[in-house]
């Protein structure tokens, strides 16, 4: 069964804009991870402060290992003091879904 992640982080006031980019540079990061099926990075409609990311990995293991990729801990750093208080995440089994092999 393949490994999910959902998360959810509010950047401090005014800061989403700069936080998702940095998410996005994240995003291209993963392209080329092991096991990486779907990174997708969004800003919510009515709060561009708040940005989600969705994550589909084929395990937990290739998810935690892309952790070492290199810039990966850098664009964490950039990310961490902007953040307002603490990232909400859950875990999902994939049971299915579109673009999935």
């Known amino acids: 069964m393949k490994y ?7 950047a401090k006031v005014g800061k989403g804009d700069e936080l998702v980019a940095i998410l996005a540079e994240a995003a291209e990061l993963m392209k080329g991870a ?3 099926h779907i990174y997708v990075v969004g800003q919510e409609a009515q709060n561009a402060d708040v940005i989600c990311v969705s994550e589909v990995w084929e395990s937990k293991e290739d998810h ?13 750093g950039k990310a961490m003091p902007i953040i307002d208080g603490k990232p909400e995440s859950f875990e999902v089994d994939i049971i299915g879904g579109a673009g999935l092999q």
């Open 34 to 36: 092991k096991g990486c």
């Open 64 to 76: 935690d290992n892309s952790l070492n990729i290199p810039g990966v801990r850098e664009l964490i």
């Open 4 to 10: 999910g992640l959902q998360g959810s982080f509010t």
